[in-house]
């Protein structure tokens, strides 16, 4: 099993222009949170996953579990509560790429609590996004991310930097640092390392295993621990916008990584050339179909070759 911890939250992704008269363009309510989308894609995928967040009792929470139903995707370790759901606004750019803003102020997943163990027959767990950031469920997540690794499970890293969420951008470059000896598979965008002020050879200097480096248009790479670095070019495909590309990504590498049997940091660096071309191809394949849709809509196996 692959478990998921982080936020589940509602995009509002605006419907092309405003109608004339009116001063703001439509916006249509979406299931996202980088974490949610990354067990949604995994559950679509085929993979056996988990979700292990607290959600909203309210009808956007039930709208987001219906959604894991519907994928395959375990929720037993879903917490409940009453507050509201986490909003995130976007903002679409003429090249698709999306901007945030967000209204989490006392939503339901500040409050998440460190569970008090994981499915037996977990094989990796994946966080990141805004869980790691908004306290007091950061500090949760954070005792988690650092458990299970040290019970010798695979762990996959996705920071996706969100600056208007973090107050104290030096003390959250800090602790990034401090959770890098417990991340296995780091996969950040190139705004992301940009943003974190370290060239990837750092961060694996820092702890990771191994970063996988998206680059939009220009594809994307892998370098590791061991000194191999390998890329694949992106997939061409009309975008539509980039909302869940990238969590798409981290589903991917997951559930392709564990197809090679390589879900431990000890058979991940054995993985030669092929595999990784093979499992960072996969993912660009996946993430250009996400692309080609709007909202995090990411592809089922049957649209992606075996």
């Known amino acids: ?14 419907q092309g222009t405003a109608p004339r008269g009116e001063p703001l363009p439509a916006l249509l309510p979406r299931l996202g949170g ?15 996953a988990a979700f292990c967040s607290r959600v909203s009792t309210d009808g956007f929470g039930e709208a987001l579990l219906d959604g ?9 370790l879903v917490q409940r509560g009453p507050e509201p759901t986490t909003l995130a606004v976007a903002s679409i750019g003429t090249d698709g790429s999306a901007g945030y ?8 997943d500040r409050f998440f609590e460190t569970p008090a163990a994981l499915p037996a027959g977990t094989r990796a767990l994946a966080l990141g996004t805004c869980s790691l950031v908004l306290e007091p469920g950061a500090s949760a997540y954070e005792a988690l991310l650092r458990r299970e690794a040290a019970r010798g499970v695979f762990t996959l890293l996705d ?8 107050p104290d951008a030096d003390a959250y470059r800090a602790r990034f640092r401090g959770w890098l000896p417990h991340v296995d ?3 950040l965008s190139e705004e992301d390392a940009r943003w974190l002020g370290g060239d990837p050879a750092d961060f694996l200097a820092g702890g990771a295993e191994a970063v996988v480096l998206t680059r939009g248009a220009a594809g994307m790479t892998v370098l590791t621990r061991a000194g191999d670095e390998f890329a694949v070019p992106a997939e061409p495909v009309e975008v539509a916008d ?9 589903a ?6 564990a197809a090679h049997d390589a879900l431990s940091p000890r058979a991940m660096a054995a993985l030669g050339k092929p595999a990784w071309q093979d499992t960072l191809h996969f993912a660009a394949q996946a993430a250009s179909l996400t692309c080609s849709r709007p909202g995090a809509q990411p592809p089922y196996a049957a649209e992606l070759p075996p």
């Open 68 to 76: 894991l139903r519907s994928a395959g995707v375990d929720r037993t």
């Open 34 to 48: 980088g974490p949610y989308n990354t067990a949604l894609a995994l559950g679509r995928l085929g993979a056996t």
């Open 159 to 166: 920071p996706n930097i969100r600056p208007g969420l973090i």
């Open 185 to 187: 598979l780091l996969k």
């Open 252 to 257: 991917a590498l997951l559930h392709r990584l």
């Open 101 to 108: 803003g967000f209204y989490a102020e006392g939503s339901a």
């Open 1 to 14: 099993m692959i478990v998921v911890a982080g936020e589940a939250l509602i995009d509002l992704v605006p």
């Open 242 to 250: 980039t909302i869940g590309a990238g969590d798409t990504v981290n």
